[in-house]
């Protein structure tokens, strides 16, 4: 199988790169990807030489490019967007050009050609959930995105569902939990954290620090959207989510802090974000009922993986912090 693969130099779509190539080395792919600030061509170095794997930098909003990639291969999985919510606070407009825009050329791309289209989703599309309740986002609930990335990523889905009913593309959808794991650019949570204390500062909790994610190990994501490409059915949404039964901010905070022998004194209450989601919290029963997907990983030993991750690639990290910290207080 050929695959274009979008978005390949960020977090998930490099990872989900080295997973395809080691599960099915026969395959091909090649990776289109505007290495905007959160593309990194390092994180995919190893594969420089492997004749299975080409780079194309270019945007998914030029339609030239994307037909030229697109009439040459069997799938495309749509990993590429605009992917920081705090970043959308501060310029959504980018949000909407990459994230619907470059979704709705992608698809047209695709209706020419006729090519099976995966698409990657986010739960956040569903809104916030209160805490200490039980209630799961599920592949019926509403949309009710609050941040104009989630806003711009339903937007997404909604295109994706409309080129099915009305073209009669092969499309699939994954709504997917927080993922965490190797390359993560350093300005989310985790990795934030993380490379905060190996440069000697301190965590920084929005709020009160009692929001909650449905932590999911990035390596289990790559399965899901594995099992969904090969054996979903067509026209259908599934969601993914991981173990981590409400653990807050403050507590992954703890977690981290202790595998890096550190004290809460490391913790630093900063300003909320406007319009934070409380909660999230996802029920993946249709893709483990349907396919047999199920989150395997153990979320401490994956946290502490992670954590061993950043103090080993240093030089990859360290390159981007600055630029990361820029646009934070
Ligand atoms: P990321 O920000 O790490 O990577 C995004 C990649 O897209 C980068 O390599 C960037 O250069 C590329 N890109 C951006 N604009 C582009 C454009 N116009 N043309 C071509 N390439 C462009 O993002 P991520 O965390 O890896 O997320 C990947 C996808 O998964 C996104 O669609 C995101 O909405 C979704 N998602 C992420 C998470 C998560 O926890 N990170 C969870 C659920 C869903
Ligand atoms: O739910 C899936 C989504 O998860 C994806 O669609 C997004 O692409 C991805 O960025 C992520 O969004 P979040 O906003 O949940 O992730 P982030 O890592 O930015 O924040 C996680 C939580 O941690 C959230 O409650 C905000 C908080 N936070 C974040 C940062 C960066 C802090 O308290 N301090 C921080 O420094």
Redesign the pocket.
């Known amino acids: 199988m050929k695959l274009l693969v ?8 490099s990872n989900f790169i080295h997973y395809w190539l080691a599960k099915y080395p026969d395959d091909t792919i090649v990776n ?5 600030y ?3 061509l390092e994180s995919l170095s190893d594969l420089k030489n492997n004749p299975h794997y080409t780079f194309v930098k ?4 030029d339609p030239q490019i994307v037909d030229r990639l697109v009439s040459s291969v069997d799938l495309i999985v749509h ?6 919510v705090d970043r959308s606070i501060l310029d959504p407009l980018i949000f909407i050009k ?1 994230n619907v825009l ?1 979704t709705q050329i992608l698809l047209e791309a695709a209706r020419k050609h006729g090519t099976r289209f995966h698409h ?4 956040e599309v569903f809104g916030a959930l209160p805490l200490n309740s039980d209630l799961k986002f599920n592949e019926n609930t509403p949309y009710d995105p609050q941040s104009p990335y989630s806003a711009s ?1 339903a937007g997404s889905d909604h295109l994706v569902r409309a080129y099915f009913h009305t073209f009669g593309l092969p499309v699939t959808i994954t709504n ?4 965490f794991g190797p390359f ?2 350093p300005e ?1 949570f985790i990795s934030r954290m993380i490379t905060n204390l190996l440069t000697n500062q301190k965590v920084k909790v929005y709020g009160d620090g009692l929001y909650v994610r449905d932590w999911l190990f990035v390596e289990d994501h790559c399965r899901a959207i594995d099992d969904v490409v090969h054996r979903g059915q067509i026209g259908e949404t599934y969601l993914v989510g991981g173990l981590t039964e409400d653990i807050n901010n403050l507590q992954i905070a703890q977690k981290v802090l202790k595998h890096l022998g550190k004290d809460e004194s490391e913790i630093e209450y900063v300003t909320d974000r406007p319009g934070h989601d409380r909660r999230y919290a996802v029920d993946w029963t249709k893709i483990n009922r349907e396919l047999g997907w199920e989150p395997t990983k153990d979320f401490d030993a994956c946290l502490k993986a992670t954590v061993d991750w950043y103090l080993s690639h240093e030089d990859w990290w360290k390159p981007l912090k600055s630029q990361s910290e820029a646009i934070y207080k």
Not at 32 to 36: A, E, M, N, V, W
Request: hydrophobic share 30%; with cysteine; glycine share 20%.
């Open positions: 979008t978005g390949g130099a960020g977090f998930i779509g289109l990807d505007l290495l905007t959160a593309g990194h270019g945007n998914i909003t990993f590429a967007a605009e992917s920081h990459t470059g990657i989703g986010t739960d990523k997917c939990s927080n993922n993560q650019d989310k």
